[in-house]
């Protein structure tokens, strides 16, 4: 293949996307720590941050006071400060892996995206093609591939750190990773079942399809609930979010695994835990809640042009926003696992049902697909 | 004091019980051995009984005799018939006689004490914040125990002069006084300098020196320490510290051979008062005035402090090492000190040996007051006499030394303590000499001196002292030395073990006075310190009987006098 | 004895064992929670409403005429737990008008509020009532030295305080009612 000018301009136009939607990843997971500081703040009946505004914004009428009082720029205060805390780097970590530690954590979580469909363009004819950095045929196995490796960032650290709260820490996280993540992909298969058709051109295991199918017609939350709920609960779990955060667990393992580290290198590890909750929560949209379809049964009221696409990725955001909401909402209503329990939840209870639903659908989806042939 | 189990003793009934009391003595004192307490403010068990503060009152009955016949009237069931007196009387005025009845705690008693009570507080101001006395006061203590609490004393109290000087030392504050004239009694009886006296009558009378006259003997303070309240209040103590912070330390004081008992109170290692400690066979309840200021010493500004090694400060290795490089093979001199404890004389006169050196005594002399401050201004001649420093009695003038060192016969010279050139040794002849001087202060012949190894003074170490009368008194550390010094009787022990290369002498007051208990003619036999720390022990001093003791006729002392059996 | 009942615990529904309907229950809650008013003090800009008996800052009052109060009877330093208090007695002149009845006075006084406890004894034990603790709450400092405080501090910290007694006048009234002797 040689390069012409139209690949360059191909390529050009692929590294902006990349970089556009790195940026509004990482501008979100930014904005996701201030929700969760403000969130459980009002749950606790706090205010939460409130003080942090820049100089001239302060100054506008009932905005400034407005965003001062939303937070609005403690993000940017945030991130100022882990750049410009003092790097401390304890004398007996291994260094190479410790400073390697959070980069892997955080790269897993930005690579995902690539194969996110976030909403649909339409060409002058009307014809829609969807927004995605690569449109793989089994976007989804990228996904389950590549999210795995995000636990390698936190089993790095911990043995890294070479102290044993880190150490526990990793050790827990790759011992829970494992077991999620075999739930988490039993309960996609019905889904796949599910959407392809027969004899369609269309690999099931496209995200692509996977929304497209749920266009003017039933969301598959509504068709495969427990598919759902398994994989949300793994969701959380994949995501080290609460109730499952074990490599973390503040009360009992001090910081976990990033306990050795400070400054800018845990601002990355924070960054990343974020991150892939945007993108987890993205996922789940694409997957369960219509991606940037609107409402279930109901057809995109918007008009195929431009507007359409704008309104459709706002609309997909609009979701993942209320996804992590759910996130924040759920870490601060339930209290943290016992280590047995998570396991023994992962391995005991999800597992077992997730098999049951996978058969259970097989069974509904081999009596359906039956050509309507001989009655007897 | 009379002690029990002597043939003149008799049965009281005392609240009920029968107790055996010595004969003649007074109420005050005799209940007081049976551990009960009647309260009491002018009485003192060293003063005469001037019996006017009523607050001693009790009840007392004695056997009915008929008179027709003197034989015991018996009540039915056999026992005698007591016949009460009807109204309270003084104890401290009562003497005991036999089958005598008293009541202490009856309710006529307790009605008694709490009137004078009332009546004493009065007049008397709510000082207690801001009075010294506060803490140690007999009315403080009385009125809680029969104070009302509140006041029915509508009028005005009486204003009387708040800082009257009375001399020097004593200030006088004449709203506190409750008048029970035990000042001025001692002045009469003890001091023997009869200036104080209550003028005006009622509520008006009020304590002050007679015209032209001052309280300005040398006992003077002793009126503070015998005050009840706090009308009397030492100038140098006035305002200083509050008595409750006080660490009190049973001492003795080194001023003279007459060894007054003394408590030692400081605060947090800083020295704040010496009072005197009650002891009957030595100083009674007394001392001199210049025996409690000598604290001051302890922070004055020529105290020694850092070892000196040929007048450069140095450290307390070097100077050791040093002064044993002189005394190796040189022939020496040892200058030892009578205010040095019995110990320390015990150490040096075993170095002076092991040196082979030549011993001198210094003695330092002056007026004798007839009480407690005697003619010998050392407080350990006889200590010296005991251990073998000194054979002879010291003089004032090191003249033998002298001659010594005209002849060029020494090269090395230990001086403990002691000023040579103040002796009459001149300085001239020191010349040649090297001076290793161990000693609190600094002085001419420190100056002269090669090494200069600090000390501490009697408050900041244990030991013991022989009083003139031959009692051996031990003392406590009172308060802690200055840093990086070492107590004169390690010092000694260490320069004796390097001096015999072995290191058997310890610097442990215990086993100190273990070898110097094992000399079986020396008076120390088998004696311990600890033994020696509460009360004196006398010892035997008749050997040195025929010794010029300059010591006159005193408070408790007999000049050549056979010592009476411990 | 109270008697001791023993509560027999039902087994737990199914769907009670799915845990669901509880979480869902906990959500609401938090939910609802994040509607109601809510308790935080902007703290530099809203001061809190202290109550009466709050202890805050040791400090040396003055009465109304202007005079200090303390003795140097030194009874808080005694009863101070945490040895925070320090006290240099001195003496009040005698050609002093206005205290030359009290005699008495705190040469220097030092409280040291790395130490302090905040327990009040002070206050309690105080005879003059000349110490109290008021509701000055933050103080800090750069250096250990800074927080200690000295008798002029603690003046200017307490001010002046209404007095009931006036119990020093009363004796110069006294001596000026002819009582004197």
């Not at chain 1, 790095?156 to 011992?175: D, M, V």
């Not at chain 2, 507080?121 to 006061?137: S, T």
């Not at chain 2, 009697?458 to 990086?484: T, Y």
Request: hydrophobic share 40%.
């Amino acid at each position: 293949m040689e390069f012409d000018s139209e690949m360059l301009q191909q390529l050009g136009l692929k590294a902006l996307f990349a970089l556009l939607m790195v940026s509004a990843v990482m501008t979100m997971a930014g904005y996701s720590v201030l929700a969760e500081r403000k969130v459980s703040a009002w749950m606790q009946g706090r205010v939460g941050p409130n003080r942090t505004v820049l100089p001239f914004v302060e100054h506008i009428p009932f905005i400034g006071p407005f965003l001062k009082g939303l937070g609005i720029f403690q993000p940017l205060a945030d991130g100022l400060k882990f750049l410009f805390k003092e790097e401390i780097v304890p004398g007996h970590v291994n260094k190479v892996y410790y400073y390697m530690a959070p980069l892997v954590a955080l790269v897993p979580a930005l690579t995902t995206m690539t194969v996110l469909p976030f909403g649909e363009y339409f060409d002058e004819a009307g014809n829609s093609s969807p927004l995605i950095l690569a449109n793989l045929e089994v976007g989804i196995l990228f996904i389950f591939a590549v999210s795995s490796l995000g636990v390698y960032g936190i089993v790095l650290a911990g043995w890294s750190s070479n102290s044993k709260y880190p150490f526990l820490g990793g050790i827990r996280s790759s011992a829970q990773m494992i077991s999620y993540e075999l739930a988490m992909g039993l309960s996609l298969l019905p889904i796949f079942l599910w959407v392809s058709v027969p004899g369609s051109e269309d690999s099931a295991l496209s995200l692509v399809g996977i929304v497209n199918s749920q266009n003017d017609g039933a969301w598959l939350l509504i068709v495969q609930p427990v598919s759902a709920l398994i994989f949300l609960v793994a969701l959380f779990a994949e995501t080290n979010r609460l109730p499952f955060d074990m490599p973390e667990s503040e009360t009992d393992l001090v910081g976990g695994f990033h306990t050795e580290y400070g400054s800018f290198k845990f601002g990355i590890f924070f960054v990343a835990e974020y991150a892939h909750i945007v993108v987890g929560s993205a996922i789940f949209t694409t997957i369960f809640l219509g991606g940037w379809h609107f409402l279930p049964w109901i057809a995109d009221p918007w008009p195929a042009t431009w507007i359409g696409t704008l309104l459709g990725i706002g609309w997909f955001l609009a979701k993942t926003v209320c996804l992590i909401f759910f996130f924040i909402w759920i870490r601060w209503t339930i209290p943290r696992f016992r280590y047995d329990q998570v396991m023994n939840l992962g391995w005991t209870k999800l597992l077992p049902l997730a098999l049951v639903n996978l058969i259970v659908y097989v069974l509904l989806v081999t009596w359906l697909d039956q050509p309507p042939s001989v009655t007897p | 004091m009379i002690s029990k189990g002597k043939t003149d003793q008799v049965t009281i009934n005392l609240d009920g019980q029968d107790v055996e009391v010595p004969a003649g003595m007074n109420l005050v004192d005799a209940v007081a051995l049976h551990g009960k307490e009647i309260p009491h403010y002018c009485y003192h068990p060293q003063l005469s009984v001037a019996g006017n503060c009523r607050m001693c009152l009790i009840e007392m009955g004695t056997p009915m005799r008929d008179r027709g016949t003197g034989e015991a009237i018996l009540e039915e069931d056999g026992s005698p018939k007591i016949g009460w007196v009807p109204k309270p009387v003084i104890g401290c005025g009562t003497n005991v006689s036999p089958g005598m009845h008293v009541k202490t705690e009856s309710e006529m008693v307790t009605g008694c004490r709490e009137g004078i009570m009332e009546f004493l507080l009065v007049n008397h101001p709510l000082d207690c914040p801001i009075c010294d006395q506060a803490g140690e006061c007999r009315l403080q203590e009385f009125a809680t125990d029969y104070g009302r609490g509140y006041s029915r004393y509508k009028e005005r109290k009486n204003v009387k002069p708040k800082r009257t000087r009375l001399g020097p030392r004593v200030t006088l504050d004449d709203e506190r006084c409750i008048l029970c004239s035990r000042c001025i009694r001692f002045s009469q009886e003890v001091a023997k300098d009869d200036v104080l006296g209550f003028v005006d009558r009622g509520s008006f009378s009020t304590l002050t020196c007679f015209p032209g006259k001052e309280l300005a003997n040398n006992y003077s303070l002793n009126t503070v320490d015998i005050c009840p309240v706090g009308a009397l209040t030492s100038t140098d103590f006035r305002f200083k510290m509050r008595v409750w912070f006080l660490k009190e330390t049973l001492s003795i004081c080194p001023e003279s051979s007459a060894g007054c008992n003394t408590l030692v109170s400081s605060r947090e290692g800083e020295i704040h008062r010496i009072a005197p400690r009650r002891n009957d066979a030595v100083n009674d309840s007394w001392m001199t005035d210049s025996g409690r200021a000598l604290y001051k010493q302890v922070k004055s500004d020529d105290r020694l402090k850092t070892p000196l090694v040929d007048r450069e400060e140095s450290t307390m290795e070097d100077a050791l090492h040093s002064t044993v490089n002189a005394l190796q093979g040189k022939s020496v001199g040892v200058v030892g000190s009578c205010n040095s404890t019995v110990e320390e004389q015990y150490l040096l006169n075993r170095l002076a040996k092991e040196a082979k050196a030549k011993k001198y005594l210094r003695g330092h002399f002056g007026e004798d007051d007839g009480i407690l401050l005697s003619a010998d201004r050392t407080p350990n001649l006889r200590g010296a006499l005991i251990t073998g420093l000194a054979s002879s009695y010291p003089t004032e003038h090191l003249s033998s030394l002298a001659q010594a060192l005209k002849k060029d016969r020494l090269e090395t010279l230990i001086v403990v303590g002691e000023d040579l050139i103040d002796s009459k040794v001149d300085a001239e002849l020191l010349s040649g000499v090297q001076i290793i001087y161990l000693g609190t202060h600094e002085n001419a012949t420190s100056n002269l001196a090669r090494v200069v190894i600090p000390t501490l003074t009697s408050f900041e170490k244990s030991g013991s002292f022989v009083n003139r009368g031959f009692f051996l008194q031990g003392f406590q550390q009172a308060v802690p030395g200055p840093a990086g010094l070492l107590p004169d009787v390690s010092v000694l022990a260490r320069l004796i073990n390097e001096l015999t290369g072995e290191g058997e002498s310890s610097s442990d007051i215990d086993s100190i006075w273990k070898d110097m208990a094992r000399s079986s003619t020396s008076p120390l036999k088998g004696l311990s310190f600890s033994d020696c720390k509460k009360d004196g022990i006398q010892l035997d001093g008749s050997k040195w009987a025929d010794l010029a003791f300059v010591e006159k006729k005193a408070l408790h002392y007999q000049p050549n006098a056979k010592p009476k059996d411990g | 004895m109270a008697k001791t009942v023993v509560l027999e615990r039902k087994p737990l529904s199914l769907s009670e064992r799915t845990y669901l309907p509880q979480i869902v229950t906990g959500l609401k809650t938090t939910f609802s929670n994040m509607f109601k008013e809510k308790v935080t003090l902007q703290y530099p800009e809203e001061k809190p409403q202290l109550p009466q008996n709050y202890r805050g800052v040791p400090t040396l009052v003055k009465d109304p005429n202007g005079r200090e109060k303390c003795v140097s009877c030194q009874l808080c330093e005694f009863v101070c737990p945490p040895k925070a208090i320090r006290i240099t007695p001195g003496s009040v002149p005698e050609d002093e008008e206005d205290r030359e009845h009290v005699e008495k006075a705190p040469q220097e006084f030092e409280i040291n509020m790395l130490r302090c406890i905040y327990c009040g004894y002070c206050q309690e034990v105080c005879p003059e009532e000349a110490i109290f603790l008021l509701d000055e709450y933050s103080s800090s400092g750069y250096t250990r030295e800074e927080m200690i405080n000295n008798k002029a501090k603690l003046y200017e910290l307490g001010g002046t305080l209404p007095d009931k007694h006036y119990k020093w006048d009363k004796k110069k009234d006294a001596e000026e009612e002819g009582n004197a002797h």
